[in-house]
């Protein structure tokens, strides 16, 4: 098998015709008399617009650029730009965009797709029941992928531009369903689902509702990243939402917090604190634990397992595994589906209560308190008691 290199195409003579050649993605490209300045520029252009394109021959700018061809493009390009930390992140969205883009215009010429076009895909994505909100995020992830196109010489930049002047959906306004705004859980109700939980999943729950932090925060959590020198630690997660901003992130955690996340300390300092793995190893011995059957005659502790399993669990949750594992226990204790994130919802708005909008703020790890406002709820308890005394 060939080894793989990060050195540029050579550079050489074609011996039947004297000319200087390239060889980019399989192709040959003819330069000239072998030996010329003029040919070595042109060898210099060709490679430098190849590995700025990621490495393969750009697509030039024609009339015959379907919306497909252009989406393909536009899907390589996105899946080596949108990383985190050497880590794909999630282009769900964009892929769904685009989806929905091919199936209405797919064989359309892209230099011909206007904003009445553009409309028409948006009312697709109306008719199949997505939210104002959502909409306007994938509508979003086509603009810029006309954005990025123009920005290649691809398409004509009147394109791009004119597409930027349809505004997106406004509330009211639209045929498109609203979602309902994201409220705090009620403790009761996370009390149940913990009883139904695995136990490090339970942890992490209580963790994140005692600290306030994001899913993805819980997820992330390693020894390393704990300074446990104070009476209140501090927690740095390696990554963090606002992180591309030069804003640092620090989590503390009190004495209850502290409790929880002690015995996860006790491993090495670069692994993760809450692992599927762990999880996994807790629920089989507790099986066994329950177990009735007589060792003598039945199947011994892991002799039952497939050896090549499909799937095997990791070495971390994620927000979303950590998500269905609440979703899971939710439907199992019989209350209403909540998600991870009105956690933080519900510990902001218990610190905005007992000591303001400020300490929620910081809390939080925001810059600015009008996004904690969408975090805590008012304490109406507060106007109304106001009102009793002087109304």
């Not at 393909?72 to 989806?99: D, E, H, M, V």
């Not at 497939?306 to 669990?313: F, G």
């Amino acid at each position: 098998m060939p080894r793989l290199t990060n050195s540029a195409p050579k550079y050489r003579k074609h011996r039947a015709s004297g000319q200087a050649i390239v060889t980019l993605d399989g192709r040959d490209f003819y330069l000239g008399p072998h030996g010329t300045r003029a040919n070595r520029r042109e060898y210099d252009r060709l490679v430098a617009e190849w590995m700025q394109n990621g490495r393969q021959i750009p697509i030039a700018q024609s009339n015959d650029l379907t919306v497909t061809e252009l989406a393909s493009a536009y899907w390589r390009f996105a899946k080596g730009y949108y990383q985190k930390n050497g880590r794909p992140t999630n282009t769900a969205g964009i892929k769904i965009a685009l989806r929905f883009l091919r199936g209405l215009y797919g064989h359309t010429p892209a230099a011909e797709f206007g904003p009445l076009a553009f409309k028409a895909v948006r009312q697709a994505m109306i008719d199949n029941g997505q939210s104002r909100v959502y909409i306007n995020q994938n509508a979003d992830h086509i603009k810029r992928m006309f954005k990025w196109a123009a920005g290649e010489q691809l398409l004509p930049a009147s394109v791009s531009q004119s597409m930027s002047m349809v505004s997106g959906l406004k509330k009211g306004r639209a045929e498109a369903r609203e979602t309902a705004p994201i409220t705090p859980v009620d403790d009761a109700a996370v009390e149940t689902t913990l009883l139904h939980l695995p136990v490090v999943v339970a942890d992490m729950v209580r963790f994140q509702r005692l600290t306030g932090c994001r899913p993805a925060e819980v997820c992330l959590a390693r020894p390393c990243d704990v300074d446990t020198g104070g009476d209140v630690w501090e927690y740095r997660p390696e990554s963090h939402k606002t992180e591309h901003h030069n804003r640092a992130r620090v989590i503390f955690i009190g004495p209850q917090g502290q409790d929880i996340l002690r015995p996860y300390l006790l491993r090495p300092a670069e692994s993760y604190c809450f692992s599927p793995i762990d999880s996994e190893k807790k629920r089989r011995a507790e099986q066994y634990e329950k177990r009735t059957t007589p060792l003598a005659h039945g199947n011994r502790p892991g002799t039952s397992r497939k050896r090549r399993p499909k799937r095997t669990a990791g070495n971390r949750y994620d927000a979303a595994s950590y998500r269905r594992a609440i979703y899971r226990a939710c439907k199992k204790a019989g209350v209403e589906q909540w998600s991870p994130n009105r956690l933080r919802h519900s510990a902001a708005t218990e610190i905005r209560r007992r000591f303001g909008l400020e300490a929620a703020k910081v809390a939080l790890g925001h810059a600015a308190a009008d996004v904690t406002q969408v975090y805590a709820d008012r304490d109406y308890a507060k106007s109304a008691e106001v009102m009793r005394q002087i109304g």
